[in-house]
């Protein structure tokens, strides 16, 4: 950037340069500039106490990893990124072999190694490799309306989606086959909003599409980090150059400035940064990111920039990627493995209803990448996200998002894990909350596990209404369910009939090649947070003596490993496996949900505490349950949840003052956060 007319430039001494942003872009420019003899004055203002921008390496797992950019995309000789890592020695020997170099990807990402279906179990991979040559060869198909005086379609998305439509026209396999093969394509759709950093494909023009150039080469990574790269482009240059936290503020163009250290000479541009400090320059260079132009572009320059040029930086889009990393104890995937897919059965690119950002955000995520082990015994895996949902995510706590991918990853191999260990197991303890007897159990269990003995345990019968213990027994009874009984793991009660009642189940039952096994193994199952932990502990106080063995909690998402086996009796010898709460894949319905929610078998935000809230008002008075009305004195019986919720707020003195504009100076109101009610004293069916 300088000045229309150009300001004389002192002789001998060269033009002021300024590089506004440390990032690949500023470090490659002000690299360039250095190397020439005619730009011996030159600063690059960096706003941050480091330079790389969004390549960002950082040790931690054990290890490298990439906070940002993670590939070189076609590394090969006419890849700049790939020729600087090249010179200075950053790539391991596969990369710089010819080989690498000249496999042709398409610009396309790799198939995975496993896919998994949203309601568990596997997905065939050839069927994955089907849709993905049918996605990538639409894909391919779009860059040839580059020059093209009309496009058939707007946008990319809606022209493979129209492509789609035709094609399925000659699908001839079963109904359930057409839906898994639009959930893979669903799943491509989002890796392809991950490559284009966009929410949706229906915001990517189609005729400019094509002027991505794919270059040849597998895409590689840097052992050492990318920011190797940074570091050694920031070490050529002289020591003065980069100015770190240097924020700028606005860029003054097309005047005549002054500085006192060099009287009678004037710059056209003068860098003015937050801290009030000021650099005058001949020409300056600006290399921030688009985002922050789109946001400070009213204020950045003065006077303003040309309208054709305001106007393009406000059109041009971009989108949000975001990488999540999660670290395991032990892997559940196998040593080969090197890239998972999640395909989610419910979804289709042809279907334009977008659920709720806190209900579906997960759904977005493409899968995960396995990362090197270092040589340390956890591994970590690294998904990605991009849009919308991306950007919701960040809204989002550590724990929230830890808790969300993990009952994501329970769901899709949680049934697996648990069938190939079915050939240890003598018996089954399903688990479920004694308040919804009738509701919310996993069907998928009975499917897929459904060969052993079977216990079904309602736990937290201190919590129910065991007038209807008779009821719900006859009703489970008429469904194939003969063996049930309630405890009350906090107490232990009824505790000591299960160990008599799964040997007789297990004796009476044929063993297959456990026969000679004096020990006998169990698996316990069940959705998140009905008491599988507590029942086992309980076990274990009551046969051993011993305390816990496993961690609980009142929230789903406590157990977090796959299967851990704990002995629990001496005599006979038996050990249980603990398996973590897997929900099945959808729920019944929606009045299920909000009982799972209430007994805490979801996360109270994924429905709404509010939501919550009335649904348990209404049951209660819908079953004339009207304890709360004196508990909380309230006089009568109320419909209203917000009035309930006020009284409930003012008697636990969980209120707060908040300032009204509009009528009394000061309001009470109750907090943001509450305590979730609880659903004792009642059952559903």
Known sequence: MQSSGRQAETPGRGPRVLVVGGGIAGLGAAQRLCCHPAFPHLRVLEATARAGGRIRSERSFGGVVEVGAHWIHGPSQGNPIFQLAAKYGLLGEKALSEENQLIETGGHVGLPSVSYASSGGSVSLELVAEMARLFYSLIDQTREFLHAAETPAPSVGEYLKKEIRQHMAGW????????LKLAILNNLFNVECCVSGTHSMD???????????????????????YQGLTDRIMASLPKDVMVFNKPVKTIHWNGSFEEASAPGETFPVLVECEDGSCFPAHHVVVTVPLGFLKERLDTFFEPPLPTEKAEAIRKIGFGTNN????????????????????????????EDAAPKLQDAWFKKLIGFWVLPSFGRASQVLCGFIAGLESEFMETLSDEDVLLSLTQVLRRVTGLKKMQSSLKLVDCIIEVHDARIPLSGRNPLFQETLGLKPHLLVLNKMDLADLKEQQKIIQHLE???LKNVIFTNCVKDENIKQIVPMVTELVRSSYRYHRGENLEYCIMVIGVPNVGKSS?????????????????????????????????????????????????APRIQSVETGLKLALCGTVLDHLVGEETLADYLLYTLNRRQLLGYVQHYGLGEACDGIASVLKRVAVKLRKTQKVTSMLSSPTTLRPPETSCRPSAAGCWAP
């Open 203 to 225: 915001l990517v023009a189609l005729a400019p599409f094509g002027e991505y150039t794919v270059l040849p080469g597998l895409d590689c990574t840097f052992p050492g980090g």
């Open 323 to 350: 990488k999540i990393f999660l670290e395991f104890e032990e892997p559940f995937w196998q040593p080969d493995c090197q890239h998972i897919q999640v395909v989610w059965r419910d979804t289709s690119p042809l």
């Open 535 to 583: 029942l086992i502990n309980s076990l274990r106080r009551q046969h051993l003596r011993k305390g816990k063995a496993t961690r609980v909690g009142g929230e789903p998402g406590i157990t977090r490993a796959v299967m851990s086996r704990i002995q629990v009796c001496e005599r006979p010898l038996m050990f249980l496996l603990d398996t973590p709460g897997v929900l």
């Open 478 to 480: 008429g469904e194939g």
């Open 172 to 179: 001839t396999e079963e109904e359930e086959t057409k839906r």
